[in-house]
């Protein structure tokens, strides 16, 4: 049962065999000599789905959040993927996750397919292999894709190329006014949501939140041109709107907006879903899904090539002494700048 | 169904599981690194008690296994679902309620049924004596006890997944 060739995982993934489905993410997860076969055969099959990063700090309740955001989107009917993403440990190559323990509000639902991923040494906030796992829950025909990031700080900010729509979560009393203005994590965000908003010091933090949208005049992430950010041509140094409500002066550009949300209780949740299929209508109207679909491709091609460069460099190094290099750079024998070239040119 | 099946060891040679992009000095190790175990833990039943569950999973991760865990108070259903879902090797079960002998039979039968019977099961907590051989009739491959050590499990497991896989 275990010995599949691709054909047989792809005819799986299609036809709605959970046990085929699950086999063919652990393939893509180890890289499987196979896997590439079977990315390519799927990738044409996908496009349907909407995919949702959501990503913040630890703590800041981003598992319960995305429990009960997947019990509104099966409320209103459709299926839904969860892509769980915990860190590994960079010592031993272990890791522990533990998303699972949140999310047993979903368990016996055939319309929830919930995986869990260990980072394995990708540093982006999500795993080398998560593009991977989403193509294969694409061509599944899931209707969303919720993508859970590790706990991430401010510079984790992989999840922006990877996600069409992007929620940052933050809860009362993990930092303040200063931490707001910082760039980084808030700037990917497409909708904030300040969860625990029971919790004392919620609405200090919604202000911070709305204050640091204010300042920025747009309300909306910055567009990318050839991949790099570039401020919006338009970008108004005009009157400030207020955060929250939705609609746009220009309809045009999209609104950052912060929302409350307790998700233990789920108040707040279907407010916030419904935020996410405006942010999903909103980019099919104006053609800025096709801008995110090109940068998703980007990425996804960037991040083939800089593995496949990695793999063909250290495969020039098996006639190398690597460990002497190493060591004759710790004795400041030799520049580390150099070792890197000597590495480059294989000899 | 075990010993036609090994796909999820087979490696390429040159597929790299480096920690990081940096790591030059690990590079010189030509031993292709195994696919990561995956190991389910969950207690079923209905007592509370998880802290060995816990002790385990943090000693197995150390191991360098990646242990999704899952909680207390699971139904078999839930076990069972899981496990495929996730698509482990392993699902460890920590039963200190005296239930064993209902639970771990049912566990298995659905893991069966959904085409898992690859997957190791092994038991965690108080089991009398005379009940460990009749949990390995039923189909669990082994029993660890309050007096097992860590480094026992971890090394008991790797042994069950490679018989598994065909190895």
Partial sequence: MRNQDPAQLIAGVRGGDRLRLAQAITWVENEHPRAVELLAALYPCGGGSHIIGVTGAPGSGKSTLVTALARAIRAAGQTVAIVAIDPTSPFTGGAILGDRVRMRALSGDPGVFIRSMA???????????????????????????????????????????TAHTTVVVEAPGLGDEIQAIKAGILEIADLLVVNKADRPGADKTVQALAMMLELDGTHARPRRHHGRLVPDSQAATGTPAHAGQGESRDDARWRVEVLKTVAS?????????????????????????TAREHLRAAHAVEALLRAELERRIRA????????ALVEAVAQRRQDPYHAAQRLLAGH | MNQQGQ???????????????????????????????????????????????????????????????????????????????????????????GA???????????????????????VGGIVPEEDIPRLQAAGVYAVFGPGATTEAIAATLRQAVAAAQGQ
């Fill in chain 2, 7 to 97: 796909h999820s060891i087979e490696q390429a040679p040159d597929a790299s599981a480096a920690p990081g992009p940096l790591d030059v000095a690990g590079a010189t190790d030509t031993t292709p690194a195994a696919p990561r175990i995956r190991v389910l833990v969950a207690k079923p039943g209905l007592d509370g008690h998880d802290r060995g569950a816990k002790v385990v999973a943090r000693a197995l991760r150390d191991a360098g296994f990646e242990v999704i865990y899952t909680g207390i108070r699971q139904t078999p259903q839930m076990i069972a679902e899981a496990a495929l879902q996730e698509d482990v090797d392993v699902v460890g079960l920590s039963i200190l309620s």
């Fill in chain 1, 119 to 161: 980072t394995r040494g990708s540093l982006g906030g999500l795993s080398k292999t998560t593009g991977g796992v989403i193509t294969v829950l694409d061509a599944a025909g899931f209707d969303r894709i919720l993508v859970e990031t590790v706990g991430v700080g401010q510079a984790e900010v992989e999840i922006a190329s």
């Fill in chain 1, 265 to 289: 209780t789920e108040e707040g949740v279907e407010t916030l879903r419904q935020r996410i299929e405006a942010h999903r209508d909103w980019l099919l109207e104006t053609g800025e899904w």
């Fill in chain 2, 100 to 122: 064993h002998m209902t639970l771990c039979p049912k566990i298995i039968e659905l893991l069966r049924n959904q085409g898992q019977s690859h997957v190791v099961v092994v």
């Fill in chain 1, 316 to 323: 020039q190094w098996a006639a190398l002494d690597v460990r």
